[in-house]
């Protein structure tokens, strides 16, 4: 998709968010078919324990296995909003992903970072500064042409991921979407609610159809949104839980469901003229909400500004 | 109508209009055929018209035909509901264009109780070839053509006889499907019935034999708009341990569609659904959606030359046809692969 950088304003940049995640998700279903078709050992958004410790992993985008060893760890970025953001990206995969002492084993795969042809121009200016263990590869995804097309710019890579990008192409279908909804990346709320809320729609039956308020368990809502997330991420109760409990509370304060007091039952409106781009709304909600706080976080720094300074006159009388 | 009428059965109601239609008593006889998956339908659509502020009403009851006031907004219309092979027809007489924008109305509003069938213009023609070899000859009085952009009606001075390839071949040329056609059956060189057959779930019987325009019309399009909806059916997204199955609907164009027609598919469905413009196109619309009446789901993608509807959590028949249909409306020219 030719993605076009938009700046005007807070709405526009969780729409564009939104647009970036509804790219990812269809990215990763994408290449991890391809990863299946080259025969390669892939692990997706899979979590890594890291040796001698309870709490820490690591969990890159792709990694490519030789048995325990991890050869190759591809990052893939939706976005770089700017050259600082660029450099903080691969250094960070750098930090990562350099040793990674998995089940014992310790690996030092080859990394590469995927970003997005159209911020190329933010990569520029950094491009000497990039960590040396790092290669990188932009790519253009079109869903005109159906195709991703990639230019590795490094050589670090094992021979079998370098035959997939090295100038190489993907055809696949926009449609692959339409497969799953979610990838582990956390996605904007305004897009996690928009979701919810077709599955909520699901609910409704021919004898439902005309009521006002309908309760639907919040178990049997998780369970239908299991289906939406691919199999590498669907066992992840933590990932899939906040989630959905974040998306449900912000419909909530929308006034689009309301949840009981034990968190167990939603009960969602089936009235009003709800119809109309919703993930747009849902947007702008979420800006003014971030906005509300924001406007409260400013006037809570005045008010202690004000009382340091009546502080400190009061100290110079 | 009088709204004391009261028949028995359905054969004394049919006896009643094919009688009125042959003496030349009525100028024409519409009937509407309505899918429904609901229990009791009728008691269920009038309790619901009553919710909504309808002036709908029950007026007569007696077995299974309900004389019906179909109210919206000012205008109102009665009628009779009949069931017929698992459907509902609503059967009335009156003015066409003012009882087809009343049905209209009523169905969009009693979906998914109650809703107007839908047999696309390819399918309708292929069943009127059908229906043909019974007959001498089929005799095309007039059709309705509907364009990108606009609608319009073509008359036929000279008779032209019905043939499904000149159909398609006029529809080709002008860029156009058929959504309506008005035929005369004819055998032993008369006129056995004069009807018109539209997309939506329409039919007008204007002269002849009603017991022949029912056998010879009316069930073979409902025969049809079965096959359509069994072709529908059953196209939810279906998961397995480690796949995902998707059964999407593909709408094929020899044409590129332009942005104009892209957007007003955009705007259709934003008036109409709870959607999400994912990418508002240019190259490509990808739109999600949300059947608020039924609670169907898809992802509806305009790509080039190509429309792809893919059925998500839940797909019924009758939400996958209407969004079909919605489709088919603005870009009249392709082909749907099923």
Same mark, same amino acid.
């Given at each position: 998709m030719?993605?076009?950088?938009?700046?005007n304003?807070?709405?526009?940049?969780?729409?564009?968010?939104?647009d970036?995640?509804?790219?990812?998700?269809?990215?990763?279903?994408?290449?991890k078919?391809?990863?299946?078709?080259?025969?390669?050992?892939?692990?997706?958004?899979?979590d890594?324990?890291?040796?001698?410790?309870?709490?820490?992993?690591?969990?890159?985008?792709?990694?490519?296995?030789?048995?325990?060893? #991890?050869?190759?760890?591809?990052?893939?970025?939706?976005?770089?909003?700017?050259?600082?953001?660029?450099?903080?990206?691969?250094?960070?995969?750098?930090? &990562?992903?350099?040793?990674?002492d998995?089940?014992?084993?310790?690996?030092?795969?080859?990394?590469?970072?995927?970003?997005?042809?159209?911020?190329?121009?933010?990569?520029?200016?950094?491009?000497?500064?990039?960590?040396?263990?790092?290669?990188? %590869?932009?790519?253009?995804?079109?869903?005109?042409?159906?195709?991703?097309?990639?230019?590795?710019?490094?050589?670090?890579?094992?021979?079998?991921?370098?035959?997939?990008l090295?100038?190489?192409?993907?055809?696949?279908?926009?449609?692959?979407?339409?497969k799953?909804?979610? #990838?582990?990346?956390?996605?904007?709320?305004?897009?996690?609610?928009? &979701?919810?809320?077709?599955?909520?729609?699901?609910?409704?039956?021919?004898?439902?159809?005309?009521?006002?308020?309908?309760?639907?368990?919040?178990?049997?809502? %998780?369970?239908?949104?299991?289906?939406?997330?691919?199999?590498? #991420?669907?066992?992840?109760?933590?990932?899939?839980?906040?989630? @959905? @409990?974040?998306?449900?509370?912000f419909?909530?304060?929308?006034?689009f469901?309301?949840?009981?007091?034990?968190?167990t039952?939603?009960?969602?409106?089936?009235?009003?003229?709800?119809?109309?781009?919703? &993930?747009?709304?849902?947007?702008?909600?979420?800006?003014?909400?971030?906005?509300?706080?924001?406007?409260?976080?400013?006037?809570?720094?005045?008010?202690?500004?004000?009382?340091?300074?009546?502080?400190?006159?009061?100290?110079?009388? | 109508?009088?709204?004391?009428?009261?028949?028995?059965?359905?054969?004394q109601?049919?006896?009643?209009?094919?009688?009125?239609?042959?003496?030349?008593?009525?100028p024409?006889?519409?009937?509407?055929?309505?899918?429904?998956?609901?229990?009791?339908?009728?008691e269920?659509?009038?309790?619901?018209?009553?919710?909504?502020?309808?002036?709908?009403?029950?007026?007569?009851?007696?077995?299974?035909? $309900?004389?019906?006031?179909i109210?919206?907004?000012?205008?109102?219309?009665?009628?009779?509901?009949?069931? +017929? *092979?698992?459907?509902?027809?609503?059967?009335?007489?009156?003015?066409?264009?003012?009882?087809?924008?009343?049905?209209?109305?009523?169905?969009?509003?009693?979906?998914p109780?109650?809703?107007?069938?839908y047999?696309? !213009?390819?399918?309708l023609?292929?069943?009127?070839?059908?229906?043909?070899?019974?007959?001498?000859?089929?005799?095309? +009085?007039?059709?309705?053509?509907?364009?990108?952009?606009?609608?319009?009606?073509?008359?036929?001075k000279t008779?032209?006889?019905?043939?499904?390839?000149?159909?398609?071949?006029?529809?080709?040329?002008?860029?156009?499907?058929?959504?309506? +056609?008005?035929?005369?059956?004819?055998?032993?060189?008369?006129?056995?019935?004069?009807?018109?057959? !539209?997309?939506?779930?329409?039919l007008?019987?204007?002269?002849?034999?009603f017991?022949?325009?029912?056998?010879?019309?009316?069930?073979? $399009?409902?025969?049809?708009?079965?096959?359509?909806?069994?072709?529908?059916?059953?196209?939810?997204?279906?998961?397995?341990?480690?796949?995902?199955?998707?059964?999407?609907?593909?709408?094929?164009?020899?044409?590129?569609?332009?942005?104009?027609?892209?957007?007003?598919?955009?705007?259709?469905?934003?008036?109409g $659904?709870?959607?999400?413009?994912?990418?508002?196109?240019?190259?490509?619309?990808?739109?999600?959606?949300?059947?608020?009446?039924?609670?169907?789901?898809?992802?509806? $993608?305009?790509?080039?030359?190509?429309?792809?509807?893919?059925?998500?959590?839940?797909?019924?028949?009758? !939400?996958?046809?209407?969004?079909?249909?919605?489709?088919? *409306?603005?870009?009249?020219?392709?082909?749907?692969?099923?």
């Open positions: 030719v993605r076009i950088p938009i700046d304003g807070p709405v526009d940049k969780i729409l564009k968010d939104c970036d995640y509804t790219d990812s998700v269809t990215f990763f279903s994408v290449f078919d391809e990863m299946d078709k080259a025969k390669l050992s892939c692990e997706v958004e899979h890594f324990k890291i040796s001698g410790s309870k709490r820490e992993n690591r969990n890159p985008d792709f990694a490519i296995m030789k048995g325990n060893d #991890i050869i190759d760890v591809i990052e893939h970025k939706a976005s770089i909003s700017s050259p600082q953001n660029a450099l903080e990206e691969f250094t960070d995969a750098e930090k &990562q992903y350099r040793i990674l998995y089940n014992g084993v310790v690996s030092k795969p080859s990394i590469t970072v995927l970003y997005p042809e159209w911020s190329r121009i933010h990569v520029d200016k950094v491009r000497d500064k990039v960590p040396s263990d790092v290669s990188l %590869c932009a790519f253009d995804q079109t869903s005109a042409d159906d195709v991703i097309t990639f230019k590795l710019e490094g050589d670090g890579c094992c021979d079998d991921v370098k035959e997939i090295d100038g190489n192409s993907i055809r696949f279908k926009a449609t692959a979407y339409s799953y909804k979610f #990838i582990r990346r956390d996605p904007p709320i305004p897009y996690t609610a928009f &979701q919810i809320w077709g599955l909520l729609y699901g609910f409704l039956d021919s004898k439902s159809s005309d009521k006002v308020e309908i309760p639907v368990s919040y178990k049997e809502l %998780c369970r239908r949104a299991e289906y939406f997330f691919p199999p590498w #991420i669907r066992n992840n109760h933590q990932v899939k839980s906040n989630r @959905m @409990m974040s998306a449900l509370k419909l909530q304060t929308t006034k469901v309301k949840i009981a007091g034990d968190d039952i939603v009960r969602y409106s089936n009235r009003g003229t709800k119809s109309g781009d919703l &993930q747009a709304y849902f947007a702008k909600k979420y800006a003014e909400k971030i906005m509300k706080i924001k406007d409260a976080d400013k006037a809570k720094k005045r008010k202690s500004i004000a009382r340091t300074n009546v502080a400190s006159l009061d100290n110079f009388l | 109508m009088p709204s004391g009428l009261n028949f028995a059965d359905k054969s109601l049919f006896d009643y209009y094919g009688r009125a239609i042959e003496r030349s008593e009525l024409s006889l519409h009937c509407f055929i309505f899918s429904s998956d609901a229990e009791s339908p009728i269920r659509a009038i309790e619901r018209a009553r919710d909504k502020g309808l002036i709908t009403s029950l007026l007569s009851k007696n077995d299974q035909i $309900y004389q019906v006031r109210g919206i907004r000012t205008s109102s219309q009665i009628g009779f509901f009949v069931p +017929v *092979d698992k459907h509902w027809m609503f059967i009335s007489e009156g003015e066409s264009s003012r009882i087809s924008q009343i049905m209209a109305s009523f169905s969009r509003r009693m979906f109780i109650l809703n107007l069938v047999v696309p !213009s390819l399918p023609l292929e069943m009127v070839e059908r229906v043909k070899t019974k007959y001498d000859s089929v005799e095309v +009085v007039e059709g309705t053509f509907c364009k990108t952009g606009e609608t319009f009606r073509n008359w036929k008779p032209l006889e019905f043939n499904l390839k000149t159909m398609m071949g006029l529809a080709r040329r002008e860029e156009a499907k058929w959504t309506g +056609v008005t035929l005369k059956f004819k055998a032993d060189g008369d006129v056995v019935f004069g009807c018109r057959f !539209s997309e939506n779930g329409h007008t019987l204007y002269s002849g034999n017991l022949e325009f029912y056998s010879d019309a009316v069930l073979p $399009y409902i025969y049809s708009s079965e096959q359509i909806r069994q072709k529908l059916d059953g196209r939810e997204r279906k998961e397995t341990d480690d796949s995902v199955i998707l059964s999407p609907i593909s709408i094929d164009f020899k044409a590129p569609i332009s942005e104009t027609e892209a957007h007003t598919i955009e705007k259709k469905i934003i008036d $659904y709870a959607a999400a413009v994912l990418h508002p196109g240019n190259p490509m619309l990808m739109i999600q959606l949300s059947d608020r009446d039924d609670g169907s789901s898809f992802d509806l $993608y305009v790509f080039k030359k190509k429309v792809e509807i893919v059925p998500q959590q839940k797909s019924t028949p009758d !939400s996958l046809g209407n969004l079909v249909s919605l489709v088919s *409306d603005i870009l009249p020219t392709g082909t749907a692969l099923w």
